[in-house]
């Protein structure tokens, strides 16, 4: 059985397949005690190989000893220059591209073909983009639905934090209604409007692809999306070991 690791900002999550089949999925909190993280990633099932991927530095190393000796493996970590042999990426710094926005445009090609725009709804919201010839071309990156409730309360003396949930009306009724329909609303607005300026200077009609943990929030509040795929990272790193690293 396949291990998919997601280093993200606010977590780790795991991926188990059988096959090419997604298994199980859950998220850890990102820890820097070795033996709880052990004791959280413990499985039953039996672990044959796995692929780690990393946004936090140096927090691959640590997850890529203990998974190893967890399971008695040899996983293999992906970068954005691994990447970056496979899908051509004409940004103007391709070695500084987040490797989760490049595992998330492969996911997209290699799924639901080019061109694209890959929208991941995290602890920051991005824009990834393919063109019709499958050509990495850049992006867009703004504050994320829960960055954007931290940043309001923790800079302002008044106003709570408060935690994301669907809002039913625009114009809010209290403190709380009122900062939910700024941000979450607001978010969709702005995704809305970036959409189509994007297809504008692509001059092409790409599908638009959702994913990630606000991803199912923000749906609510879209017209513009074709699909919603929660586990296009995970898929992208099972895609990406199988041309990569399996056989090896």
């Known amino acids: 059985m396949l291990l998919t690791a997601d280093i993200g900002n606010s977590g780790i999550t795991l991926g188990f397949f059988k096959e090419k089949k997604l298994i199980q999925t859950y998220k850890i909190l990102l820890k820097t005690d070795e033996k709880e993280l052990k004791n959280d990633i413990k499985t039953d099932f039996n672990i044959s190989n796995c692929i780690i991927s990393s946004v936090v530095r140096g927090y691959d190393i640590k997850i890529k000893k203990i998974i190893d000796q967890s399971f008695n493996i040899n996983s293999n970590i992906i970068t954005n220059s691994d990447i970056n042999k496979i899908i051509p990426n004409i940004t103007k710094e391709p070695d500084k591209t987040g490797v989760d926005r490049l595992i998330n445009v ?136 199988e041309d990569i690293f399996q056989g090896n």
């Not at 991941?120 to 063109?131: H, K, P, R, S, V």
């Not at 003396?157 to 609303?185: A, H, Y």
């Not at 199912?216 to 929660?230: A, K, P, T």
């Open 106 to 241: 492969y996911s997209a090609m290699k799924q639901y073909s080019s061109p694209a725009i890959v929208i991941d709804l995290g602890t920051a919201t991005t824009f990834d983009i393919l063109n019709s010839k499958s050509e990495f071309i850049g992006g867009i990156i703004m504050p994320g639905i829960s960055t954007q409730l931290k940043s309001l309360h923790s800079e302002t003396s008044l106003l709570p934090q408060i935690q994301p949930e669907k809002i039913n009306k625009t114009i809010g009724v209290d403190t709380k209604s009122s900062i939910l329909s700024g941000i979450i609303r607001g978010q969709a607005c702005a995704i809305s409007g970036l959409i189509q300026q994007c297809k504008k200077e692509m001059g092409e009609n790409p599908k638009v692809i959702l994913t990630g943990g606000y991803s199912d929030l923000i749906s609510e509040y879209l017209d513009e999306y074709d699909i919603l795929d929660r586990n296009l990272t995970l898929q992208g790193l099972r895609l990406l070991w």
